[in-house]
């Protein structure tokens, strides 16, 4: 039986007269990897940040681990990336880790930094300077800190921008180790071949989720061979 880690109900979200969400109610089960996808603007971010507690919704509800966040208690089983870097700049990328990892109660931190560092190849520049760091090294950095303590649930904002083709089939690699393990994974991306290595994919279109299904089972209804021509298709429909 799959139980909701993430939960959205009846959310309607508006900023001033623009309506972001539209009656959108969507759930993210244990043990599965669901990805998040929609064009420029469609709210995803903001979906994540409501289950988060960081937006209010107008209408409807949001929980996860059945709780309201914001919730201190959830805070260590879970791993946050945003879609922009909260980075300290003067800061080393272990001193970055160490500082997240004893925010969020981790344990034996030393091996968990070097745990993390590797899955994102970043090992060998974890003593230099954040501010010196690339686009994709902050990236990879801010995934290396969502990774900390191997939280039971992860929240992924377009973890992937900027980060080689290689590096980042080893991340997804990684992500589905976690899932088999039974973690939990919302991702969004905009990368359409990323979204076939999801179990679910969640479309959402001008505020309204029209999606929500395996690739597979999608790709069926379309009569389609990608994700990218699901989403395509969907796009032209609207
Ligand atoms: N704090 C805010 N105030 C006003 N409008 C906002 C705010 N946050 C988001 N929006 C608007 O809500 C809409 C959805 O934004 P959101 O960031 O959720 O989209 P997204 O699907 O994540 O986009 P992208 O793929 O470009 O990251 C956009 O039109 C955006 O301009």
Redesign the pocket.
């Known amino acids: 039986m799959s139980t909701e880690i993430i939960e959205l109900t009846d959310v309607r ?1 508006t ?2 007269t ?1 309506v ?1 969400l539209d009656d959108v109610s969507f759930a993210v089960n244990s043990g599965e990897i669901v990805g ?1 996808i ?12 409501i289950a988060l507690g960081m ?1 209010v919704v107008d209408e409807g509800h949001a929980t996860v681990f059945n709780k309201i966040m914001p919730q201190r208690q959830i805070l260590g089983e879970l791993g946050y990336m945003a ?1 922009s870097d909260a980075l300290y700049e003067q800061l080393s990328g272990r001193e970055n880790l160490q500082f997240f990892a004893e925010m969020r109660g981790v344990k034996n931190i030393s091996n968990e930094i070097d745990r993390v560092a590797k899955i994102v190849d970043l090992t060998s520049n974890l003593d230099k300077y954040t501010s010196g760091y690339s686009g994709g090294m902050k990236r990879r950095l801010s995934l290396a800190i969502a990774f900390l303590g191997n939280p039971k649930l992860l929240i992924l ?2 973890p992937t921008v900027g980060i080689d083709p290689s590096l980042r089939r080893q991340i997804w690699h990684e992500l589905q180790e976690m899932r088999d393990h039974g973690h939990t994974i919302l991702v ?1 991306t ?1 990368v359409m071949d990323e979204a076939e290595l999801v179990d679910r994919v969640a479309l ?1 279109l001008g505020g309204r989720l029209i999606a929500n299904d395996s690739p597979k089972a999608l790709e069926d209804a379309y009569h389609v061979d990608s994700i990218e021509e699901v989403f395509l298709m969907a796009e032209e429909k609207k």
Not at 38 to 46: E, I, M, N, V, W
């Open positions: 979200k900023y001033g623009q972001v998040l929609g064009p420029s603007g469609a709210g995803k971010s903001t979906i994540i940040k937006e879609q904002d377009e969004t905009h959402l």
